[in-house]
């Protein structure tokens, strides 16, 4: 089996076990668990558009919870001073879209080191944190719908369906708007990255000079792809306001960025179904140390609930030993013992025929 047909093949795996998934689940599921299972969709949205923008255009962004968090709160005051979702998910997406637009340019353009994008976008982050956060007082607010500041702002209308507004969006639908919203990005990213625009990103990544010697323009494609990215983490912020109707500063925070850095690290830079690995299980194994502390006074239990700090651990100790990522090193393990079968099976074909002599 040639690898074309080994890519159709976990095409086709990946569409039935994610179709599969998204319709089982609220049938069979619990309310609470349908509810945590929404949020691992809406940020495995999130790390997808990480994965974009590092894993195929090589491009080290510390500040994509800024997009995230723009998305979320271009959302909240929208549908407060509109009250009907469709402009506002719109805006939730076009708003960060253009911002990283405008500071794609100027670092791009600017010829800025990947060092350096990387410092700047973190620093951007930290900006949004800080001003968000300050917006505390009655004076701080963008039509009827008050900022809040640290406290955030709660009560977020929830989604309605394109021109109702009385036809709200409940929790099922919530959860089939994620688990759908993950299917359309990734097979859309794959159409992306199959297409024209997808390879030469990933040629750039390669060798961006030369690149530039075949006459391609690495800003403009750099720019392009951190826009894309920018708009997804918005979509991605858009539902996270919706799950929780509720959004603060915490969102632009530097423990949010972290996570979806260590969600592509940990699933596997350059891949798309990766960071979704990485993503869900993270969420779900914090969620796990969290839920299930044990109680008492001796040296265990005084470590175990120290959930962070085992989280950390295990992190640090995955990223070592597994430096590739979780689906690279299983690919790579799968190949090699296709490869060994294969070798094994030649071998009997040179020898029987001997034998039989």
Not at 167 to 192: H, I, K, N
Not at 321 to 331: A, E, Q, S, W
Request: net charge neutral; aromatic share 12%.
């Amino acid at each position: 089996m040639n690898q074309r047909w080994l890519n159709i093949l976990g095409l086709a795996l990946v569409a039935v076990i994610g179709i599969a998934f998204m319709i089982l689940t609220p049938r069979f599921a619990e309310l609470d668990t349908v509810l945590e299972l929404t949020v691992y969709m809406v940020m495995a949205v999130l790390a997808l558009s990480l994965a974009l923008i590092w894993g195929y255009g090589g491009i080290l962004c510390f500040g994509q919870s800024a997009f995230f968090g723009l998305g979320a709160y271009a959302y909240a005051i929208a549908m407060f001073n509109i009250g009907e979702s469709t402009v506002p998910v719109l805006l939730a997406i076009i708003l960060p879209a253009a911002f990283a637009a405008l500071l794609g340019y100027f670092m791009f353009y600017g010829r800025i080191s990947d060092v350096y994008l990387g410092v700047i976008t973190l620093t951007v982050t930290l900006i949004l944190f800080n001003a968000i956060n300050s917006t505390a007082g009655p004076e701080f607010h963008i039509g009827t719908a008050r900022l809040g500041g640290f406290n955030g702002i709660p009560g977020i209308p929830p989604l309605n369906w394109p021109g109702d507004r009385t036809a709200a969006v409940d929790l099922e639908g919530m959860f089939y708007l994620a688990a759908g919203s993950v299917l359309v990005t990734y097979f859309g990213l794959r159409l992306l990255l199959a297409s024209r625009f997808g390879r030469i990103i990933v040629g750039i990544r390669e060798n961006e000079r030369r690149a530039e010697l075949l006459g391609y323009d690495p800003r403009a494609y750099k720019l392009a792809t951190f826009t894309i990215g920018g708009a997804l983490a918005g979509f991605a912020g858009c539902l996270f306001a919706n799950w929780g109707s509720f959004v603060s500063p915490t969102i632009f925070g530097l423990s949010q960025s972290a996570q979806i850095i260590i969600w592509v690290i940990v699933g596997g830079r350059g891949t798309l179904i990766g960071p979704i690995v990485g993503c869900i299980g993270i969420q779900w194994l914090s969620t796990a140390l969290g839920a299930n502390q044990p109680t008492g006074t001796d040296w265990w239990a005084k470590i175990f609930a120290n959930a962070p700090l085992i989280l950390g651990v295990i992190l640090i100790a995955f990223v070592l030993l597994v430096p590739k990522g979780l689906v690279p090193t299983l690919g790579d393990l799968g190949g090699w013992l296709l490869g060994l079968r294969g070798r094994r099976g030649a071998e009997r074909e040179r020898f029987e025929p001997e034998a039989a002599e």
